[in-house]
């Protein structure tokens, strides 16, 4: 099983290990008016939160993608497109709360249970052709 953990840690630890020469919060900059770094979100138009924000920051940044949309070989296949052979995908975390409620001592008690599981995504010019 892969340890999405860790993977995630040191696609984190590299991105800092590279360094810059002069440091700037990308999210913060301008340019022709509109912030340079986009929020990631997925070809339906949901944006992706939480520690996934940096992954796909980091993949976008190391393979110079300046487009925000992400998909999974299936969503880009069911819009017609192609991931190419041999793509490395981004592997983001999603988390699955499951609801149940159950009676115990005549009274009803709701019982949360989440998971954690993980994705692999390809960016938009990975998709096509």
């Known amino acids: ?6 993977i995630i840690t040191d ?16 999210w ?16 339906t138009g ?3 939160r939480g520690v ?3 992954v796909l ?3 976008a940044s190391a393979f110079g993608y300046s487009s925000p949309i992400w998909a999974t070989y299936k969503q880009w296949h069911e819009r017609g497109c192609q991931v190419r052979k041999g793509e490395k995908a981004a592997m983001v975390v999603f988390l699955e709360i499951k609801r149940r409620q159950d009676r115990r001592d005549g ?12 994705t692999r995504l390809f960016r938009l010019q990975r998709g096509p052709g």
């Open 1 to 6: 099983m892969t340890d999405i953990y860790q």
């Open 11 to 26: 696609k984190i630890v590299a991105q800092i290990e590279q360094g810059v020469s002069t440091y700037r919060m990308p």
């Open 28 to 43: 913060h900059s301008r340019q022709h008016g509109a912030s340079e770094l986009q929020l990631p979100r997925n070809v």
């Open 46 to 48: 949901r944006t992706y």
């Open 57 to 59: 920051w980091a993949t």
């Open 107 to 118: 009274r009803w008690w709701r019982r949360d249970r989440a998971s954690a599981d993980c």
């Open 52 to 54: 996934n924000v940096p």
